[in-house]
């Protein structure tokens, strides 16, 4: 993974025991419907990274996700303990999942491979 986005987390929510929901705001790069992003936190030194759904449409801002509290989870257990205004990091956001993800990557690669060329 590159280098890590800093955000702000804007509101943190949680609807079950094992349910919650965080809306951050992070200057992630432009992404389509159903694709996914990175999030991180510095855990012992080290910085632990999931990947997380997006719930908000790409032109809506915060950038919202929820997730299931898993009981040894060491991200989760960390998520839901932010509050507002605490940072929270990410990367690799807009990536998707599957094939989708494979020919956005060989897309990538060949058009990176021509502005070498070029
Ligand atoms: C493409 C992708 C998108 C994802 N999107 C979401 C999302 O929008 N919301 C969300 O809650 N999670 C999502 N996940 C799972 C998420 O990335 C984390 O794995 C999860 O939040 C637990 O993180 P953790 O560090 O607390 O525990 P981890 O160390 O990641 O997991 C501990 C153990 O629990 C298992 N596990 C992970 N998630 C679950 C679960 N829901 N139920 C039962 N066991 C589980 C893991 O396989 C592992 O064995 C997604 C995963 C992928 C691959």
């Not at 349910?19 to 990175?38: C, M, N, R, T, Y």
């Not at 809506?60 to 507002?84: H, S």
């Amino acid at each position: 993974m590159g280098k890590f986005l800093e955000g702000r987390v804007v509101n943190s929510k949680c609807w079950t025991e094992r349910f919650h929901s965080l809306q951050v705001e992070a200057p992630v790069e432009p992404f389509k419907a159903g694709q996914f992003g990175k999030v991180a936190l510095e855990i012992n030194g080290e910085m632990v990274f999931r990947p997380y759904s997006f719930v908000n449409a790409p032109h809506e801002r915060p950038l919202e996700f929820y997730f299931i509290t898993l009981e040894n989870g060491p991200l989760t257990q960390r998520l839901i303990k932010l509050e507002c205004g605490d940072p929270i990091s990410g990367g690799d956001q807009g990536r998707s999942s599957g094939s989708q993800s494979r020919r956005a990557a060989r897309r990538r690669e060949i058009s990176s491979h021509d502005m070498r060329k070029s």
